[in-house]
Nanobody
Framework: QVQLVESGGGWVQPGGSLRLSCEASGRAFSNMNGAWFRQAPGKDREFVAAVDWSGGSKMYDGPVNGRFAVSRDNAKNAMYLQMNNLEPEDTAVYYC????????????????????WGQGTQVTVSK
């Protein structure tokens, strides 16, 4: 199990950018697939992006593809989400998550793939 802490959220105008960070405790994170999810008010939590343990394979949800980029730095035990051209519809609490199956061959886009979760960071996009 790893502990995850998100940072980098805040308020931004439409068209702006933010970079979220997820810092993990424990050396196991470098062998765990990671993901970002988000939850808007009154809506279910939804998948945003995922990256495999090596950083070589990535997956995105349709609405963010081409605008968001997920990456990781295993030397720093960290994962990132670069968000560009933000829209009001991107307003949500963003969560990072880790899959405790070591070096799982497939990336997951549903909650049940991920065992460890951060507390979330708020992103607000408005004029």
């Amino acid at each position: 199990q790893v502990q995850l802490v998100e940072s980098g959220g805040g308020w931004v105008q439409p068209g702006g950018s933010l970079r979220l960070s997820c810092e993990a405790s424990g050396r196991a994170f470098s062998n765990m697939n990671g993901a970002w999810f988000r939850q808007a008010p009154g809506k279910d939590r939804e998948f945003v992006a995922a990256v495999d343990w090596s950083g070589g394979s990535k997956m995105y949800d349709g609405p963010v593809n081409g605008r968001f980029a997920v990456s990781r730095d295993n030397a720093k035990n960290a994962m990132y989400l670069q968000m560009n051209n933000l829209e009001p519809e991107d307003t949500a609490v963003y969560y990072c998550a880790a899959d405790n199956v070591i070096r799982r061959a497939t990336l997951g886009s549903t909650d049940n793939y991920y065992s460890d979760w951060g507390q979330g960071t708020q992103v607000t996009v408005s004029k």
